[in-house]
């Protein structure tokens, strides 16, 4: 399973920031989010959501093994074996791979919750299988 | 403090000195925050008979306990000083992301006080603040400021900036913000540029702390479930305010020439539906809104991109204007936007120069050339920007429209449609006795957001005039402003319908205290008694002639449309502030009665 984003139905709210930090960090932090919008106003007027495909290619390249997969399937960083090395950040294709040393002592990922999807208003995002590019292809 | 951020920033801009205070406790207290804040600071800090435009004038800017946390609608900020445009109560409500950037940033208000030597911008970075030099930035418009702000110092920084409406101090000039989101209304964006400051960029990292995150957390997915359960999200998303233009065409209140009727026979092509259709490419939603009212278009015309226009903007910048097309009015929406001015003031003083025109009281000479008639798209383009640079003609309607009548004269007063100075916004009152007696009596002037009442003059009979119908408008001038004092959006609750009382839980959870609606609302009505202290206090001989409307809607029934031949009585607008007064526990002059100030604590601040 992974999250799914139309960019196209974004309204830029963050709704799902706030809700992705308080499940992660239990805090109210969007800049601890492990999603993220991109904003392109004034012109053309559009947002980008970026999203974790759940991938793994950070975890493959993780050399403490702290990004794990959870019972979903879902890739999940273990605070306590982060060493901040950062090499899990440059691999992330979409780039939500976070790393920032000012707000928290450990990298972070979408742990896929779900909490976003419930808090986001305009059903920009949902929870889906993953599809091969083979099958996204077909469809 | 458990759901704010703790400071209050204080910057004097006369000697450059920055501070920081502890949000009061006692303040908190009583006025939980946001325009609860202003009002308790301006009637506190801002001396009697201080010049709007001077440097006693303070600028209030506030957030709320929801404001930045995981509630529907959490991002409204208020804007509140002494109104240059009314010298009277100014609060204006700015929606988008900047008001969870500054509880991010740590901080609950900022106050700018004084005036700087030269223009500034205010830098915050959490702990780092500062004034920096804005002399580059003078004299540009407002996305052109935003923009430069965001490359230069990142995509996280959630800038305020004003435009050469402000800063040549345009009585009615606004705050713009995150490319069309403005605080709007009392021209706080004046008074902003009086203080010589360009912009506030602020950029927050922090988190806020709440009391119980486990039930905040509940609470907080309960009330997104409530809108996204809701019947209304839908029709709201599609068309946000701009759902209510048909309506309000077919009931007789859409604002039509300068308010003399109040259907347009141009109005279908307004009409949310076909504006959706036509020029709208993105839903544009304020901090956490599950329901965006903005709408972002495209106006192929004039390869120009704008958010909105919003129902306000197409009742007094399109049917008042006698302008149809939508493309025109999105088009003027975007100059107001660019150049700093409000677009329902702009609206109301463009109209009244229109009719002015039209009966001869002005002519040519007056407008620099300009065939003020209505419908007169390219004038309107024309006028918006000689206002906002206070040019030829426009330095008269910059002034707003009570004061550009009364130099006037020739009777043109009797059209200024305006209550206390403040252009009414786009609802026509002819016959609509509720929503009329909300516009006299609102704490800033004749706007519609603190009672949104015409629906019920509909339910219950529109010219009636009965206690129940002043009760109820009481009941909402208590009530509704209470969400911009909590920091969030009032719309989650009146159109998607949602039970308020899931607000209880929430409040309590983010902020450790519980506070119920009743406990709510007479934190609202003291507000609303402390303002009302406040005109009395700014104007000599403050009192019931302050509250009436304008002759129009007593004296000119409407010759067109469906409320052709019908207007309210002069004895029943006199009978309706009677009942407002007994029922508020005022005089018959309109100012709280002693026991009354006692009853809601105020007893002692308005020694």
């Known amino acids: ?135 996204a292809a077909a469809a | 403090m458990n759901g704010y951020g703790g400071s209050i920033l204080r910057v004097n801009l006369s000697t450059g000195k920055i501070t920081k205070e502890p949000t009061p406790l006692e303040m908190v207290r009583d006025f939980i925050g946001g325009r609860g804040f202003g009002a308790y600071l301006l009637y506190k800090e801002v001396p009697k008979g201080a010049d709007p435009l001077g440097p006693e004038n303070k600028l209030f800017i506030s957030s709320g306990p929801l404001s930045g946390l995981m509630i529907p609608g959490a991002g409204k900020c208020d804007f509140t000083c002494k109104s240059p445009l009314t010298g009277g109560y100014a609060s204006s409500s700015l929606g988008g992301l900047f008001t969870a950037e500054i509880k991010y ?200 991109n704008v958010e909105g226009p919003e129902y306000e903007t197409i009742g ?17 929406n975007l100059l107001c936007d660019d150049w700093g001015i409000d677009t329902i003031s702009a609206g109301g003083v463009i109209a009244w120069a229109m009719e002015c025109y039209q009966k001869g009281i002005l002519t040519k000479q007056d407008t620099g050339g300009l065939e003020l008639n209505f419908g007169n798209v390219e004038a309107t383009f024309n006028l918006i920007e000689k206002i906002a640079k206070r040019e030829g003609f426009g330095a008269l309607l910059a002034e707003g429209v009570k004061k550009a009548a009364k130099k006037i004269g020739k009777g043109s007063e009797k059209f200024a449609i305006q209550v206390k100075g403040l252009e009414q916004s786009a609802y026509a009152t002819h016959n609509a006795t509720a929503m009329l ?64 009382d899931l607000y209880v839980p929430a409040l309590e959870a983010v902020t450790g205290m519980r506070r119920t609606w009743e406990d709510l609302e007479k934190v609202g009505e003291r507000i609303w008694n402390l303002t009302r202290l406040y005109w009395a206090r700014e104007h000599e001989g403050f009192g019931r002639e302050w509250d009436m409307p304008a002759p129009r809607f007593y004296e000119e029934p409407p010759k067109t449309g469906v409320t052709a031949g019908q207007i309210t009585k002069f004895e029943d607008v006199n009978k309706l502030l009677d009942m407002y007064y007994e029922q508020r526990g005022w005089s018959s002059n309109g100012l709280p009665n002693p026991e009354t100030l006692s009853r809601l604590g105020l007893s002692a601040l308005a020694a």
């Open chain 1, 1 to 135: 399973m992974r999250l799914y984003a139309e960019n196209s139905r974004c309204s830029g709210c963050r709704a799902c920031l706030v809700a992705c930090s308080l499940n992660i960090f239990t805090e109210n932090n969007p800049k601890k989010a492990a999603l993220s919008i991109i904003s392109h106003f004034p012109a053309p007027g559009t947002f980008e959501v970026k999203v974790c495909t759940q991938c793994g290619e950070c975890a493959q390249v993780c050399p403490t093994g702290a990004i794990k997969q959870n019972a979903k399937g879902a890739y999940h960083v273990d605070f306590s074996e982060c060493n901040l090395c950062e090499a899990c950040v440059p691999v992330c294709p979409e780039g939500v791979m976070y790393v920032r040393t000012e707000l928290a002592n450990t990298s972070w990922k979408c742990d896929l919750c779900g909490d976003c999807v419930a808090v986001c208003g305009t059903n920009v995002l949902r929870i889906g299988e993953i599809e091969t590019v083979s099958a």
């Open chain 2, 105 to 304: 940033a740590g901080l609950d208000s900022i106050i700018l006080e004084g005036v700087s030597p030269r223009p500034v911008y205010l830098f915050i970075d959490n702990d780092m603040i500062e004034l920096r030099d804005a002399s580059r930035l003078w004299g540009r418009n407002t996305f052109a400021v935003e923009k430069e702000l965001k490359e230069k110092l990142g995509e996280e920084f959630q800038i305020a900036c004003i435009g050469p409406g402000g800063e040549n101090g345009v009585l009615f000039a606004h705050v713009n913000h995150d490319y069309g989101r403005q605080a709007g209304r009392g021209g706080v964006g004046a008074v902003m540029g009086s203080k010589k400051v360009k912009a506030i960029a602020v950029h927050g990292t922090k988190s806020i702390h709440v009391a119980d995150v486990t039930g905040y957390r509940q609470a907080g997915l309960t009330l997104f479930k409530a809108c996204k359960d809701s019947e209304g999200l839908k029709p709201w998303q599609d068309y946000g305010t701009t759902i209510v233009v048909s309506w309000c065409d077919e009931v007789g209140a859409l604002p039509t020439r300068n308010f003399s009727a109040g259907s347009f026979e141009g109005g279908k092509t307004l009409y949310g539906p076909y504006m959706r259709e036509q020029i709208v490419i993105t839903d544009k939603g304020c901090f956490g809104c599950p329901s965006p009212c903005g709408k972002y278009s495209r106006m192929k015309r004039y390869n120009t």
């Open chain 2, 316 to 332: 007094m910048l399109g049917s008042n204007l006698g302008i149809a097309d939508i493309q025109d009015v999105a088009q003027a």
């Open chain 2, 437 to 500: 007696i909300s516009y006299m009596t609102c704490d800033v002037g004749a706007h519609h957001n603190r009672a949104w009442a015409i629906t019920y003059d509909l339910q219950v009979g529109r010219d009636r005039v009965v206690p129940e119908k002043v009760a109820r408008v009481i009941w909402l001038q208590n009530f509704r402003p209470m969400f911009d004092v909590l920091g969030a959006c009032r719309l989650q609750w009146v159109e998607l319908g949602i039970d308020r």
